[in-house]
């Protein structure tokens, strides 16, 4: 497992010199899903969506020795206005590079996420999981909350803070 006092580990905001590698995550992610056939994105659709001059998507990187290992990418959510006042934040896809998997990447760059959300006074995180025994347990874990199965998808909400000014 890495550690979180390892050396060279951490999270970040992607930058633009990112796409290509969010592009490979995001394009084997759909492989692992069998979900190939609807993967319409490319890299300068990818690039627009990221770092336009009004993005409708953020990720943020893990990576070990400078070198990226993982990703949450995600966007920012209105849904539900008269129940949460504030934004929330919607998670597209959990990625980590097969050599790192398993060894608790994928629950850093969540608590990553969860305090980024909590800093910037988003109410929520939410997101569709596949019904999968192994993300259902992860998303469980970490979250300590069960999933909600709505249409063949685990939904999840978590519920989030609010900052003291």
Not at 90 to 111: E, K, Q
Not at 118 to 127: L, P
Not at 140 to 155: H, Q, R, S, V
Request: charge should be neutral.
């Amino acid at each position: 497992m890495i550690e979180q006092s390892q050396s060279g580990f951490f999270c970040r905001t992607a930058k633009p010199d990112d796409v290509k590698f969010v592009y490979e995550c995001l394009r084997e992610s759909a492989e692992d899903a069998g979900l190939i056939n609807h993967f319409a994105c490319n890299v300068e659709s990818l690039k627009n969506a990221l770092f336009s001059e009004h993005p409708y998507a953020e990720c943020i990187i893990a990576q070990i020795n400078q070198e990226p290992i993982g990703l949450i990418i995600f966007s920012k959510i209105y849904n539900h206005f008269t129940l949460f006042t504030n934004p929330g934040i919607y998670v597209h896809d959990i990625f980590v590079v097969s050599n790192y998997r398993l060894n608790g990447v994928a629950r850093r760059l969540a608590n990553y996420l969860i305090s980024f959300a909590t800093e910037h006074q988003y109410s929520r995180i939410e997101g569709s999981i596949p019904i999968d025994e192994k993300a259902e347990k992860f998303f469980e874990f970490t979250f300590g909350k069960k999933l909600k199965k709505i249409d063949n998808a685990n939904y999840v909400r978590l519920m989030l803070p609010k900052k003291e000014n």
